[in-house]
């Protein structure tokens, strides 16, 4: 019985060693979001991108685009994959953003409310449309934003009808109304 004992005793002692160190040094537990540094951008660009991924993929039902860090996942995309010439348009094209709030409202676009930031990105979208290359950063960052955000776990898992192991294939599968769409 003795030795019974000791058994549990010591495995007690080493359940204790190794929980208690995890639990105290563990922060992935706590609820505060981490602040995100930007790799590419400064921070003034980062705040304009955060609210123009926020007019584009507003909360609702769904995250919202920056709920699911696509701005973090645009940034690294910037700054390690695009070409120097994509990088420097990109970059370009988030300042004029913010350069128009400024000249049209007073205030950078990050500082906007909702409504503005909504009416000024169409006003960009319709003023670069005259330009040369219609609707360059409009249609980068919409592509850009698309494309990050249905990638990411959260929205593909819990927004989209996600199959792990797909069954057959139904071109005419009837959908009802309000059924989330399917994931890619």
């Not at 160190?21 to 590419?40: E, F, H, R, Y």
């Not at 120097?84 to 676009?109: C, H, I, M, P, W």
């Amino acid at each position: 019985m003795k030795r019974r004992d000791a058994l549990k005793g010591s495995a007690a002692i080493f359940t204790l060693l190794g929980t208690v160190p995890g639990l105290i040094l563990n922060t992935s537990c706590s609820s505060d979001k981490p602040k995100w540094t930007a790799v590419a951008f400064n921070d003034t660009q980062g705040q304009v991108l955060q609210s123009a991924l926020d007019v584009l993929i507003p909360r609702s039902a769904a995250p919202s685009a920056t709920d699911v860090n696509t701005h973090g996942l645009i940034d690294e995309q910037v700054a390690q994959i695009f070409s120097e010439k994509r990088k420097t348009a990109f970059l370009s094209a988030v300042d004029r953003l913010n350069d128009l709030a400024q000249s049209v409202k007073g205030s950078d676009y990050h500082e906007l409310e909702i409504e503005d930031q909504n009416e000024l990105m169409l006003q960009f979208v319709d003023d670069e449309e005259g330009q040369e290359k219609k609707g360059q950063f409009y249609n980068l960052i919409k592509g850009q934003t698309l494309t990050c955000y249905f990638r990411t776990e959260e929205v593909c898992t819990k927004v989209l009808n996600h199959v792990a192991i797909p069954g057959r294939y139904d071109g005419c599968a009837d959908l009802e109304p309000n059924q989330p769409l399917w994931a890619e």
